[in-house]
């Protein structure tokens, strides 16, 4: 049974930072990622990393955004710098399983800021 499993979420101030983390289990991942979903607005994608470690960011997120991932522990993570209220969304984790190319997702941390 697939599972992805986030934390990291929270409250912080404009400027701050946080980190998320998302561990995934029950299989084999190629692409993980994460997106976001604002109040009201489609969900987003943030950044996505291979399991070479390539990496893809939207534009508003480069450079204050940096996705890493630990393939020996199928965890990925997203740091994030330099966060606006507008950033305020529930980030969701996303793995491509290797061979079926199936998408999971996991179940969302909120992850509000303040001004």
């Known amino acids: 049974q697939v599972r992805l499993v986030e934390s990291g979420g929270g409250l912080v101030q404009a400027g701050g930072s946080l980190r998320l983390s998302c561990a995934a289990s029950?299989?084999?991942?190629?692409?993980m990622g994460w997106y976001r979903q604002a109040p009201g607005k489609q969900r987003e994608l943030v950044a996505t990393?291979?399991?070479?470690?390539?990496?893809n960011y939207a534009d508003s997120m480069k450079g204050r955004f940096t996705i890493s991932r630990d393939n020996a522990k199928n965890t990925v993570y997203l740091q994030m710098n330099s966060l606006k209220p507008e950033d305020t969304a529930v980030y969701y984790c996303?793995?491509?399983?290797?061979?079926?190319?199936?998408?999971?997702w996991g179940q969302g941390t909120q992850v509000t800021v303040s001004s």
């Open positions: 996303n793995a491509e399983e290797w061979g079926t190319k199936y998408n999971y």
């Open positions: 029950g299989s084999i991942f190629n692409a």
């Open positions: 990393i291979t399991s070479g470690g390539s990496t």
